[in-house]
């Protein structure tokens, strides 16, 4: 996950607490080694080693599948999973990299790259149902954009069989609650301004009180590259291979689950300077900087 | 002489409390400094019209901010 | 881009494919509020109306209303506005005495009875004072943060204007905070009558105008403040911060209260002679610190603070103040809480305060009898109770008992004066109601 992780308990019963700790790691740890694209032994590792080729799934997996293609034809394409191999040609640790190369950053790639590697991106070149799934020669799918998201859903799932305590599950940002907190008082959440870098203090500039649900947060704050000045967020567009522009800093999403956060999140940020307007004629409740 | 000692009881505190490094909170231990109730000046309009009366009335002021002129009360 | 249609069934075409993914009968509601916009550029308004009432005497009424704007880049514009007006009658420093007794009013234009036995109070004043601060805050660099403000405050007979500066430095991941501070107020006093020779009689009304203008030295003076503050916060824990300050002020000017006498009584029998002006000195050095902590228990606040003030009257004071929140969820309306205050505060004579001089003593360089800087102990208990109304707008109501309590400094009182109450408790009633939206 590479990002701090937590549960919170609002309980006095600290064997209940270390036995919700353990499950809901067990289920984390268990999703991100089942999807993540790192782990050449995942599943995910092992449909992308054999692209061409038809591999077995099974039923959790065929879901997701299933939601990344629902995820796909309600963002006319942009939203794509299969994307993930442009990860060969960008590379988004901004964070280290401003500091070293001030500007130009290696990892910047030529349009030529990009070209190529966009033959190998598009989910339409991808066939699968209940039992398999065959990726075209040279593709990869990525988990990466529903993956985090997933597990908290899952984890608020397994925590609302184990217990009635209010319960919060934050994931690197991405967090969800099982009810209010005692006494129907909410929880407060901190947003952080996207402006954080060692060499400032962090400041939570935002503070949310949630009641119910989910709030997912995406933007560039950590996963950005910097190139002749210009800051680009890691969020790509499937069809061009080249980052969203003119996309906010950051956006944070409610939703009754985080994996609809999430996707609203990114969904709105492939909106590029439409965000905004996107999720404010859904109705939806959000956070926006810029 | 009782001031001065009043002042030497003082300053200790102060360089007790910068040198305890382990004092403090991580920016995500925040939540409950982060309530409007744990502000030092958590009500600042009843301190406002608190400090006005005990100036007219008492013969100290200030402490907390400025304690200045201000009115003809006292 | 989706036309209108479309984007409508995002929102339901993400609920079914979440529900289908997660298998989640039950779709949650997703409820929240967002506090503490930093980068909200709206403004938040405090109004509030205060009275105030002390049985027999002063009764005064206070209305504040701040607006306080928060820009892109963390600035800060505060405005205020007050308006006070002040009633009733308030001790003009001679003692009482077992006759009835006369005095002129300040004016020099008529004149005031107080009955046997009673506290000599003068009634003379009501006054409407009209009070405007601006106050702006900014970031100036990364931890430091910079203010500066504006005072201007206007009654019929006083005018002070006020300028103030600060400058505040957090370190260790903001946990601690210094904090360097200065304000200058420029005072003029333009009393009813003018202003007395010190220790010169209270002139009769039948006075001709020619013999009145002889115990006035001026119509106007002034007086400057200015103060110094050096403060340091601390964070000590998640449930725990402390702040302790230092300042120095010097008052320069001034600072005789024009309007107070004292009375000279003879030795033996205690009987007023005469009733001459007070005279203070015209500069002062207070210095004062204090520390405060606010403790966060499971949903209850504790906050105490502790002032220590000293000054080269020989005054000295010790204030110890303390309000405990008690947060009493939805029942008694929503986000209800309940707060009780404790207060008490313990002062020294000034060295120039007497409650009375002997007549045919040598006059001193300065006295008065102004109970205010005499010796005295005060208390304040009061209950605050607040809740949300309008969609979470702050309404909060608070009343106190304030309880002045003068006590005699050493003074062995002759004759007559051991008959009557010569350090009278004075109690008052503070009742506040404030509205934030």
């Not at chain 1, 305590?165 to 301004?193: C, F, K, M, Y």
């Not at chain 1, 905004?276 to 859904?282: G, K, S, T």
């Not at chain 2, 009881?9 to 403090?24: K, Q, R």
């Not at chain 3, 504040?64 to 963390?74: H, V």
Request: a negative charge; glycine letters at 8%; hydrophobic letters at 35%.
């Amino acid at each position: 996950m590479a990002s701090p992780c937590e549960v919170i308990i609002q309980s006095a019963d600290k064997q209940l607490a270390a036995e919700l700790g353990n499950i809901i790691a067990t289920e984390v740890w268990r999703i991100e080694d089942k999807y993540s694209r790192y782990n050449q032994h995942s599943t995910c590792g092992v449909i992308n080693n054999n692209a061409g080729y038809s591999v077995a799934i099974d039923e959790e997996t065929y879901l997701l599948l299933n939601f990344a293609e629902q995820c796909y034809q309600l963002s006319d394409g942009f939203f794509d999973i299969s994307s993930g191999i442009l990860r060969k040609i960008w590379s988004f640790n901004g964070a280290q990299a401003n500091e070293a190369n001030k500007g130009n950053h290696d990892n910047f790639p030529t349009v030529e790259q990009v070209k190529q590697n966009l033959t190998h991106v598009g989910w339409r070149k991808i066939t699968f149902d209940q039992k398999q799934i065959t990726l075209a020669k040279g593709m990869e799918i990525d988990f990466g954009g529903i993956g985090k998201e997933y597990a908290v859903d899952r984890a608020i799932i397994l925590a609302k069989q184990l217990t009635n305590s209010p319960v919060l599950v934050n994931l690197g940002g991405d967090l969800a609650v099982t009810s209010s907190r005692l006494h129907n008082e909410p929880w407060q959440v901190a947003i952080e301004h996207p402006d954080t870098n060692s060499n400032q203090n962090i400041l939570a500039d935002m503070i949310v009180s949630l009641q119910s649900g989910a709030l997912a947060t995406s933007g560039d704050a950590r996963r950005f590259v910097i190139h002749d000045g210009k800051r680009y967020s890691h969020i790509l567009n499937a069809k061009t291979g080249w980052p969203i522009v003119d996309a906010p800093r950051s956006i944070t999403v409610v939703a009754p689950q985080c994996i609809q956060a999430g996707i609203l999140a990114t969904l709105a940020l492939l909106q590029g300077s439409y965000a905004e307007q996107f999720l404010a004629e859904q109705d939806i409740k959000f956070w926006a900087r810029r | 002489m009782k001031k001065n000692i009043k002042l030497v009881l003082f300053i200790p505190i102060i360089i007790g409390a910068t040198g305890c490094s382990s004092l403090g909170v991580e920016p995500w231990e925040r939540d409950l400094l982060a309530k409007d109730e744990m502000s030092l000046n958590a009500s600042p309009v009843d301190a406002a019209l608190d400090d006005h009366i005990y100036f007219s009335k008492e013969a100290s002021s200030g402490g907390k901010g400025f304690g200045g002129g201000g009115c003809g009360c006292n | 881009m989706k036309n209108k249609t479309e984007k409508i069934n995002i929102k339901v075409a993400l609920t079914l494919a979440t529900a289908a993914l997660l298998g989640t009968s039950n779709l949650a509601q997703a409820n929240t509020a967002s506090t503490a916009n930093a980068e909200d550029n709206s403004w938040e308004f405090d109004s509030a109306f205060l009275f105030y009432s002390e049985v027999d005497r002063v009764s005064a009424g206070e209305a504040i209303f701040n607006a306080k704007k928060t820009f892109a880049n963390d600035e800060i514009l505060n405005l205020k506005l007050t308006v006070d007006a002040l009633t009733g009658a308030s001790a003009n420093g001679a003692v009482a005495q077992p006759t009835v007794q006369t005095f002129t009013r300040p004016s020099g234009k008529g004149e005031y009875t107080i009955a046997a036995g009673d506290t000599p109070l003068d009634d003379t004043f009501h006054d409407m004072r009209v009070q405007l601060n601006g106050q702006w805050t900014q970031p100036i660099a990364p931890n430091y943060t910079a203010s500066g403000g504006l005072h201007i405050s206007k009654e019929y007979d006083y005018l002070s204007l006020g300028v103030n500066g600060n400058l505040a430095f957090d370190f260790d991941r903001k946990n601690s905070t210094f904090s360097v501070g200065f304000s200058y107020f420029q005072d003029t006093f333009t009393p009813e009558g003018g202003l007395p020779k010190a220790f010169s009689s209270m002139p009769k009304v039948s006075d001709s105008v020619g013999d009145f203008a002889e115990t006035r030295i001026d119509s106007e003076d002034t007086k400057t403040t200015t103060d110094i503050l050096l403060g340091f916060t601390q964070v000590i824990n998640r449930r725990m911060i402390m702040q302790f300050n230092y300042s120095y002020s010097i008052v320069d000017g001034y600072l005789t209260d024009p309007f107070k006498v004292i009375s000279k009584v003879d030795s033996g029998t205690g009987l007023t002679q005469d009733n001459i002006y007070e005279h203070r000195p015209d500069s002062r050095v207070k210095q004062s610190v204090y520390a405060q902590s606010l403790y966060h228990f499971d949903s209850s606040v504790l906050d105490v603070s502790y002032r220590y003030m000293w000054d080269d009257w020989e005054i000295d004071s010790h204030t110890i103040d303390t309000r405990f929140r008690i947060p009493l969820g939805d029942a008694f309306g929503t986000e209800s809480y309940l707060q009780p205050h404790f207060r008490i505060y313990q002062q020294s004579a000034a060295e120039f305060y007497q409650p009375f001089l002997i007549d045919g003593d040598t006059l001193p360089t300065y006295a008065s009898a102004d109970y205010r800087i005499g010796e005295m102990t005060t208390y304040t208990v009061g209950l605050k109770y607040g809740l949300l109304v309008n969609n979470g707008h702050d309404l909060s109501f608070r009343l106190e008992y304030y309880r002045q309590a003068p006590t005699d400094a050493g003074f062995d009182a002759p004759g007559v004066l051991n008959e009557v109450d010569l350090y009278p408790t004075i109690d008052a009633i503070i009742a506040q109601v404030t509205y934030s939206f």
